[in-house]
C-alpha cells in the first residue's frame, strides 16, 4: 500500500474482531503445488547457458540443439519437441492487493463467480494489506490458500506482523519480494503446479520510494536463472510505487516471463497489453477493497489527513468493495508467453 498508511502506524488490527476460523493447512496440497518437479529441459540449458534465464520459444532452443551437436541430442530433440507440443494453454488469474477484512470477503465471496467467468488454472493474489490494511498473518495466508489460492505475494509491509516472520519460512508458497536482504525472512520465488503446467512465481519490489535492501532488476535476473529448469510459466508481481520502474521491468523482462504484474498503488491502471516479445504487462492491477476510501483507508480519516497535516488514526474502509484483477491466457505449446491479458473489475457488494 502506498504512502497513506506509512503515515500513522496506529491502523487498527483486525486480527481480533474478524472471528474467523482457524484452517489447517493441507500438507498434501503444499506437497502436490509447492515442490519442484523433475529436471524436464536440463539438456537445452546445459547445451546453451547463456539463455538459462531465459523462457525461449521452441524453435530458438531446438535450433541451438540442432547447432550444439545434431547426433548426439536427437532423442533430447524429440523430447522438448514433444514437451512443446503438448503444453496446454492456461489461464492465470491475479488479484490486486486485498485490503483488510473488505478485501477479504469481496475476494473470497467472488471466487466462484471468477471461476465460472475466467475458469483459471492459477491464482495469485497480492495480500500485504490483508491484515488490518498493513502486512498478513499466518492465520489469514492460511485462509486464503484454503479457499483455493495458489500463491500469495506480498510487499513493503511484509514484517508488520512478528506472528508471519517464521511462516514466510515454512510456508513455500507465500512470496516476500526478492530483492529483500537475504537475511530477512522468508522467499521471494515459488513453482506450483497443476495440469502438469509449472508456474513459477517471482515477487520484486522497486527501490524507487520504497526500502528495498538489492536492486530489482538485478534480483530479477537472478530469479529467473533460478527458475530457469523449474518453469513453463512464470509470473512476476512488482510491488512498486513509481510507474516507470514498473514499465522498466515489463520491458527488461518481455520475452523471457509469461507477466509481469505491478501492485501498490492500488489503482488500476489501463495499459494492459503484450508486449512484443509475448509478455503480458500492466502498470497496476488495482486493488482487491473498498473503492469508496482512498486507498483503502477511511475516506473521511484520509482525507482529514491531507487537509490538516496532523497524525489522524487510519482504519480500513469498508465502501463499495470491488475485486481488481487481471485474466491472463498462454497459448498452447509456449512457454512463457501470453496471448491475452484482460482487466477485471468486479463489484463486490456487501456481505
Ligand atoms: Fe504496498
Redesign the pocket.
Known amino acids: 500500500?502506498?504512502p497513506l498508511?506509512e503515515l500513522d502506524e496506529r491502523v487498527e488490527d483486525e486480527r481480533d474482531d474478524r472471528g474467523d476460523k482457524e484452517h489447517e493447512q493441507d500438507p498434501a496440497r503444499c506437497r502436490g503445488q509447492g515442490i519442484e518437479r523433475e529436471d524436464r529441459q536440463g539438456e537445452q540449458d546445459e547445451l546453451d547457458p547463456a539463455r538459462d534465464d531465459d523462457g525461449g520459444d521452441a524453435r530458438g532452443h531446438r535450433a541451438r540443439l540442432l547447432g550444439g551437436g545434431r547426433g548426439s541430442c536427437g532423442a533430447s530433440l524429440v523430447m522438448l519437441r514433444s514437451m512443446e507440443d503438448a503444453l496446454p494453454s492456461v489461464t492465470l488469474l491475479f488479484c490486486g492487493?486485498v485490503v483488510g477484512a473488505a478485501g477479504r470477503r469481496a475476494l473470497l465471496g467472488s471466487l466462484d463467480s471468477l471461476r465460472a467467468d475466467h475458469a483459471p488454472d492459477f491464482l495469485v493474489v497480492?495480500g500485504?494489506?490483508a491484515a488490518g490494511g498493513l502486512g498478513i498473518t499466518p492465520k489469514i495466508a492460511r485462509e486464503l490458500f484454503t479457499a483455493g489460492v495458489d500463491v500469495i505475494t506480498l510487499?513493503?509491509?511484509t514484517y508488520r506482523h512478528q506472528e508471519v516472520w517464521a511462516y514466510l519460512d515454512e510456508e513455500e508458497r507465500i512470496l516476500r519480494p526478492a530483492n529483500f536482504l537475504r537475511s530477512q525472512p522468508g522467499h521471494g520465488t515459488c513453482v506450483v503446479e497443476r495440469g502438469g503446467v509449472r508456474l513459477g512465481v517471482v515477487n520484486l519490489?522497486g527501490n524507487l520510494f520504497?526500502d528495498s535492501g538489492r536492486t530489482a532488476f538485478s534480483e530479477a535476473d537472478a530469479a529467473l536463472h533460478e527458475l530457469s529448469n523449474r518453469a513453463d510459466h512464470v509470473l512476476v508481481d512488482m510491488?512498486a510505487?513509481a510507474t516507470s520502474e514498473k514499465v522498466g521491468l515489463g520491458w527488461h523482462l518481455d520475452g523471457r516471463v509469461t507477466a509481469v504484474v505491478g501492485?501498490?498503488?492500488?489503482v488500476p491502471t489501463a495499459d494492459a497489453r503484450i508486449l512484443p516479445g509475448g509478455t503480458a504487462y500492466i502498470t497496476d492491477v488495482g486493488m482487491t477493497g473498498a473503492r469508496g476510501g482512498v486507498i483503502g483507508v477511511k475516506r473521511e480519516q484520509a482525507v482529514r489527513q491531507m487537509l490538516t497535516r496532523m497524525p489522524v488514526r487510519f482504519e480500513t474502509s469498508e465502501e463499495d468493495p470491488w475485486v481488481q484483477a487481471v485474466v491472463i491466457r498462454t497459448p498452447r505449446g509456449k512457454r512463457r508467453r501470453a496471448e491475452s491479458i484482460a482487466a477485471v473489475h468486479l463489484p463486490a457488494g456487501r456481505p
Open positions: 500500500m502506498g498508511h492487493d497480492n500485504e494489506n510487499g513493503n509491509h519490489q520504497l510491488h510505487e501492485t501498490h498503488t492500488h
